[in-house]
């Protein structure tokens, strides 16, 4: 039974830092392709960041800069750090793994507020 559980979210200070974790199983997580995206209320879900098996990371124009992905294969997760956190970075943040098929955690709720 695939399983992603995110954790790591929370309340921060608007230039503040938050660092998400995506633990995977019941699949072979090296291969897939791992993203996080986030959906704010009213809004569209949208990819934040995704780093792919070899490494290869996309980001979005909103987070370049800010935002790093990162994958411990050997740990079967994948982390997002999150730097000068904004009030419009408040949403739900998703963990996903792709290789064909698609698999989702239940999300994690970031809030970004003074």
């Known amino acids: 039974q695939v399983q992603l559980v995110e954790s790591g979210g929370g309340l921060a200070q608007p230039g503040g830092s938050l660092r998400l974790s995506c633990a995977g199983s019941?699949?072979?997580?090296?291969?897939?392709?791992m993203g996080w995206y986030r959906q704010a209320p009213g809004k569209q879900r949208e990819l934040v960041a995704s780093?792919?098996?070899?490494?290869?990371?996309k980001y979005a124009d909103s987070v370049k800069g800010r935002f790093t992905i990162s994958r411990d294969n050997a740990k079967n997760t994948v982390y997002l750090q999150m730097n000068s956190l904004k009030p419009e970075d408040t949403a739900v943040y998703y963990c996903?793994?792709?290789?064909?098929?698609?698999?989702w955690g239940q999300g994690t709720q970031v809030t970004v507020s003074s």
């Open positions: 996903n793994a792709e290789y064909g098929d698609d698999f």
């Open positions: 019941g699949y072979i997580f090296s291969i897939y392709t």
């Open positions: 780093i792919g098996s070899g490494g290869k990371t």
